[in-house]
T-cell receptor, first 112, second 114 residues
Framework: DTAVSQTPKYLVTQMGNDKSIKCEQN?????MYWYKQDSKKFLKIMFS???????INETVPNRFSPKSPDKAHLNLHINSLELGDSAVYFC???????????FGPGTRLTVL | KQEVTQIPAALSVPEGENLVLNCSFT??????LQWFRQDPGKGLTSLLL?????REQTSGRLNASLDKSSGRSTLYIAASQPGDSATYLC?????????????FGTGTRLTIIP
């Protein structure tokens, strides 16, 4: 199936730990994104990559580090997890910077 | 700073009815406007994208309109079905040159009553 996939779907961890969320798209898109959806369901852009290059970093703490090994992957690594990092993280991709975005199913991160 | 508002926050209608969801934005200098649906526990699905030069877009039973000057968009759903139950989000890009930095509204949770 052609899609945007994320792993894991659920992630429960202790404060202070380091964790990674992986995202892959097989749609041949050039642009990929990470979004955070908080408990109030508000969705906010975190990062955008175009052809493996960082385009947007929306005032995200430097504990969050995206890595794009190739155009099909955009992984999110989070250091020293805090309670406030608990949220659903969505990966998305688009053909380029002007077309519709396709979203992954989300990763629900719970920090205890 | 762009602000996107969706009213109402929740809406319940009987199956078969036509309905309209509203989206308003404060900065009319937008590149496009997109409508998404989000099912519980799932990601977002893009429904319609209206370019700033367009006034409406249609896909099946869905019709989205855009009035840039008044900062409004509507999503019209005809002959609603229980499968239409979801949260509907509108979003506009912050940049006038691309699709990054989407600012999302808080959504309207739609329930279609069988």
């Amino acid at each position: 199936d052609t899609a945007v996939s994320q792993t894991p779907k659920y992630l429960v961890t202790q404060m202070g730990n380091d964790k990674s969320i992986k995202c892959e798209q097989n749609l041949g898109h050039d642009t990929m994104y990470w979004y955070k959806q908080d408990s109030k369901k508000f969705l906010k852009i975190m990062f955008s990559y175009n052809n493996k290059e960082l385009i947007i970093n929306e005032t995200v703490p430097n504990r969050f580090s995206p890595k794009s090994p190739d155009k099909a992957h955009l992984n999110l690594h989070i250091n020293s997890l805090e309670l406030g990092d608990s949220a659903v993280y969505f990966c998305a991709s688009s053909q380029d910077r002007v077309t519709s975005q396709f979203f992954g199913p989300g990763t629900r991160l719970t920090v205890l | 700073k762009q602000e996107v508002t969706q009213i109402p926050a929740a809406l319940s209608v009987p199956e078969g009815e036509n309905l309209v969801l509203n989206c308003s934005f404060t900065d009319s200098a937008i590149y496009n406007l997109q409508w998404f649906r989000q099912d519980p526990g799932k990601g977002l699905t893009s429904l319609l994208l209206i370019q700033s030069s367009q006034r409406e877009q249609t896909s099946g039973r869905l019709n989205a309109s855009l009035d840039k000057s008044s900062g409004r968009s509507t999503l019209y759903i005809a002959a609603s079905q229980p499968g239409d139950s979801a949260t509907y989000l509108c979003a506009v890009p912050k940049s006038n040159f691309g699709n990054e930095k989407l600012t999302f509204g808080t959504g309207t949770r739609l329930t279609i009553i069988p």
